[in-house]
Structure formats: structure tokens, C-alpha cells
């Protein structure tokens, strides 16, 4: 953890790592005495909110697996996250490669992952179709492991996350499917995908949540490759898994683009540069803003201006409480209104904390969600 007064005082920070954390929230760190003195004039105002979010730390880390989170420290990989991944022979394999700091970035990717496989035998992930039809509502990883089948030592939930995170914002709008051209169809604008682009067979699985809609995905941000801009890639099978004999390796008819059910486009640039280009496309139901990073990207402002006019409903989310609260109030100061949907706990979080966050807030992936 760095010094939470790193180049706000005019004193360098002290050498070795900064570990007198603040008595009050416990949330920061400092190098030094004389840093958390002169930093307090900035902390003083968050302290407070800071010492109610770290509340929830046992509450965030609550999850029905049987996995165990990796141990903070083992040497022989560069981080926890590594660690956590080899314990399952997944680090730097197919789908996996991008969950840690080992994997490659979505610029250098020749290939966008549809192709990119669980690297788990059958009984541990969803390839195939499901046994029973989907329940009227999900409301946890347990009742989603439980409808699929999965023993909950299988890890698909940390790449899961991203289609039944955006499962559960269709729920939160209760958003009905609308006919076009005689089919039940949902549009989604995805503002911002970042790793999720190496991991786009994943979204397979919304063919499970929503059986008999077409789904149209239009992916836009700057971290969408130049190269990329315009394509469509059609998801029309699950992810497979490991074993040669599954039914999910047999080709015949599941490549079948008439019966594609998911379909993603990708867009390079910022929503409000790309949104009237993309509107012709497809007019959405909900536009959605996966670990937005509100208060921390000025870009932000001109988008949720846009959003503000089209009236579409919103959902952002973000890694932790702490963000999502300032996001709201960026949201707030453009619309003037308060938020429609509160902050509040995703149940479809990435069950591995994050190892990005620079203060002890807890972390996670799709966290808390909050809609405008
Ligand atoms: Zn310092
Ligand atoms: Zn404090
Ligand atoms: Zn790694
Ligand atoms: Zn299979
Ligand atoms: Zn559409």
C-alpha cells in the first residue's frame, strides 16, 4: 500500500512500505507520522465514511464457495491473484489469462476470446445447454450454481460475474424484451469494457438467462482496439470445457448463425462521440457502465450529460463503496435529481477481491451498483 500523502507534502515519503494505518477508519496508510498529520486536512472530511464502509468487510467477503482466497504472500508468483489461479491449473490459460497482471492487454489480443475455453472438465462449468429452465428470479451465486448444477468449489463465478452482473441490472429495471421483427429482443449499450473484451465467450451464458431472446450488445469505449471498430461477433454456444467427449465440442449445428442468440458490436471512443452513430443501430433498453470509474474519468461528464437527454435508464458499478459514492455524486450535480436506483451490494460480485485498490476499502470486481 502507498502513502496515502505521496505528493501532497512537501517531505518525501518515508523509505520501506507505508504501514501505520489511520486509527479512526484503518482504511488509509501512511509512511510516516508527520505524513498522516499533514494529511489529515484532506482525510479529515472522509474518515468518517470511511470507517462505515470498512463495516462491511465481512459482509462483501461473504460468498457460498469452497474455494479459499489465496494467501497474501507466495513468492514463486507475482501476485495472490496468480497464485489463486494456479491452484486450479488456470493461471495464463484460456479464459483466465486476463484475470491477473500476468495476462496480455485487449490491444495486443488477435483474438477476442470467443474461441477461448473454461479449461475445466464438464462438471465444473456451464458448456452447455441448461437442464431446467431458468427460475423467475436468481438472486445469488447460490441460487445461480444451483440451477446450473455446479459444485460450488468450481471458480466460474470469477469470470461469470460480467453477464450475471448485467443479468441482475435487467432485473433491478424490471426490463421487459421488446418484438423486433417478430423476436423478443433486448438492446444493451455496454459503456467501457475493458478485460471483459478477452473474455467475450462468457456472455454466452445470457443464452441460458434469457432462452428465446436475441440479445444485441453494443460494446463502446476508448479501450476497444482501432482495428476492432465496427466488428460483430456473434455468440451463438457456451463456452466449452475441457473434456473431449462433452456434447459441447460437437459442431454440428451449434455454429448456426440463425440461431445466434447473442450479438455483440464494438465501437471505439467514448459513448457521446459514437451514440448517434450507435443509436441508428439500436435504440437500448438499458445502457450499463461496468466499473465505471466515475469521479475518476472527467470523459464521464459529456456521457452522462447524453444519457441525461436520451431518458434511457442507467446502471453503473464499481469496485468500491467509496467510488461508487463519489460517482453519485458526479451523477447528481449533472442531473440534479438523486439517484434512481441507491448504492448498493452487488450479489453477483467477482468473488476474489481486487488487488488494484490503493486504501483497505474492500475491492471487488462489479461491487456495488447504483443507477441513474
Ligand atoms: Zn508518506
Ligand atoms: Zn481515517
Ligand atoms: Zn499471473
Ligand atoms: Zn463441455
Ligand atoms: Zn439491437
Known sequence: MECAAKGLAAEPCAGGVADRRCGSCGAVAYCSRAHQIIHWRVHKEECERFAEQMRRVNLLSQFPFTFLEPPALNHEFPSARCFFLQMFKLHQKGLWKSECICGSDVASAKDLSIAAEWNLQSSLCPCTEPENPVPAVLASWEDYYQWRSLPLHSPVAVLLHWPLTLYHCLQLYRLQTSKYDGQDTLCIHYLGPEKELLQLATFGELRALFPGVQIHIELVGPEVPKSRDGEVVNISRYARCSDESCC??????????????????????????????????????????????VAAYPSWMPTIEIIRQTGIPAIFTDFCEEAAYLASCCISSITGQPLKIPIQVNPFRQPVAADNSALYLPCYSNCFIFGM
Not at 257 to 279: N, P, Q
Request: positive net charge.
Open 248 to 293: 459441447c465440442k460437437s459442431s454440428i449445428g451449434s455454429e448456426d448463425s440463425s440461431c445466434t442468440a447473442v450479438r455483440l458490436k464494438l465501437w471505439k471512443g467514448f459513448y457521446h462521440e459514437r451514440c448517434s452513430d450507435i443509436m441508428k443501430d439500436s435504440n437500448p433498453h438499458l445502457i450499463v457502465a461496468p466499473n465505471a470509474g
